[in-house]
């Protein structure tokens, strides 16, 4: 019995290592922003723009679930240019490239992000 215990819990453990993992910082594919995403808190949030640095602390992601498939999520994203949050799929699709996907009407728009180790001060860019 000890022995099948111990089984069930080591494949318990390897699954969870399987998961994706969507908590962290990314930064987007081309402007100076990073956000950090917390799945358990159902968002993200930027923690810091070089062109709108009033946007710090803003949820640009919202109601963020897990979806069926590993690696997939749904939530609302703020899509900038519409002013307002649109329903988007959330892809992690390696371990450091993550994409967000809006659809909006006829059209779909992908923003990628990379992950980061940390978000970078101000003073270290220069």
């Known amino acids: ?21 969507l908590a962290g910082f990314w930064q987007h594919e081309k402007a100076p922003v990073w956000i950090e995403m917390a799945p358990g808190a159902g968002e993200g949030v930027v923690v810091r723009n070089d062109n709108q640095p009033e946007r710090v602390g803003f ?25 307002e949050y649109r329903d988007a799929t959330i892809t992690l699709e390696s371990d450091d490239r993550l994409a967000f996907t809006v ?17 970078p001060s101000a003073t270290d860019d220069e």
């Open 59 to 83: 949820r640009v992601v919202k109601d963020l679930e897990a979806g069926s498939q590993p690696g997939k999520w749904s939530g609302q994203v703020f899509a900038a240019r519409l002013g």
């Open 1 to 21: 019995m000890k022995l099948v215990n111990v089984v069930v819990l080591l494949f318990a453990v390897s699954v969870a290592q399987a998961e994706p993992d």
């Open 103 to 119: 659809k909006v009407g006829m059209m779909k728009r992908t923003v990628e992000w990379r992950r980061v180790p940390e978000v």
